[in-house]
T-cell receptor, first 112, second 113 residues
Framework: EDQVTQSPEALRLQEGESSSLNCSYT??????LFWYRQDPGKGPEFLFT???AGEEKEKERLKATLTKKESFLHITAPKPEDSATYLC?????????????FGTGTLLAVQP | DTEVTQTPKHLVMGMTNKKSLKCEQH?????MYWYKQKAKKPPELMFV???????INESVPSRFSPECPNSSLLNLHLHALQPEDSALYLC????????????FGQGTRLTVV
């Protein structure tokens, strides 16, 4: 069965304290892995798409990497405005239609 | 422009009411989705429309009825809902029907009383 697991469930950082969020997956064949940011009561905001092992994407203080079993979202020198829930989702090969399997998310709190 | 627009933002309805949620995108995307999200949980897929045809129904109860009038619009008709259906309902769209990132709207916060 296809599965996506995120860790930790919650993470509290001081402003400027860098860290990483993990997304591990067990799927029959990965078509793509996506990172989203979600603020309370809002829809998920697209951040990155990764398609193959070794791929990396960067945006401001965020950097996403992908291996054959997991993805990391690295947050460098975070600011309070980076506080949100970070969701990863995978898209599985073989499906006739685009279907995302979401992980349970990591709730990030950055304190000033 | 990566905007998906959902209306209304908030909705309170009784268990005997009929209401509709609306979603619109003008990005030329050919796949559109409805997701349901409960508090502190990830989004759960409900329906997928591909080229205006329903391609996935994740065993959703018939009190939820999707409709795709054209390639830019997606509706979710609600009837005889239960309090446990209260959630954030999210619409999303993607360019391709087999791959590519999905862009989400801001959601409709639904409360069933």
């Amino acid at each position: 069965e296809d599965q996506v697991t995120q860790s930790p469930e919650a993470l509290r950082l001081q402003e400027g304290e860098s860290s990483s969020l993990n997304c591990s997956y067990t799927v029959s064949g990965l078509r793509g892995l996506f990172w989203y940011r979600q603020d309370p009561g809002k829809g998920p905001e697209f951040l990155f798409t990764l398609y193959s092992a070794g791929e990396e994407k960067e945006k401001e203080r965020l950097k996403a990497t992908l291996t054959k079993k997991e993805s990391f979202l690295h947050i460098t020198a975070p600011k309070p405005e980076d506080s949100a829930t970070y969701l990863c989702a995978v898209q599985v090969r073989g499906g006739a239609t685009n279907k995302l399997i979401f992980g349970t998310g990591t709730l990030l709190a950055v304190q000033p | 422009d990566t905007e998906v627009t959902q209306t209304p933002k908030h909705l309170v309805m009784g268990m005997t009411n009929k209401k509709s949620l609306k979603c619109e995108q003008h990005m030329g995307h050919r796949a559109m989705y409805w997701y349901k999200q409960k508090a502190k949980k990830p989004p759960e897929l409900m329906f997928v429309y591909s080229y205006e045809k329903l391609s996935i129904n994740e065993s959703v109860p018939s009190r939820f009825s999707p409709e795709c009038p054209n390639s830019s619009l997606l509706n979710l008709h609600l009837h005889a809902l239960q309090p446990e259906d209260s959630a954030l309902y999210l619409c999303a769209s993607s360019h391709g029907t087999r791959t590519g990132e999905a862009f989400f709207g801001q959601g409709t916060r639904l409360t069933v009383v």
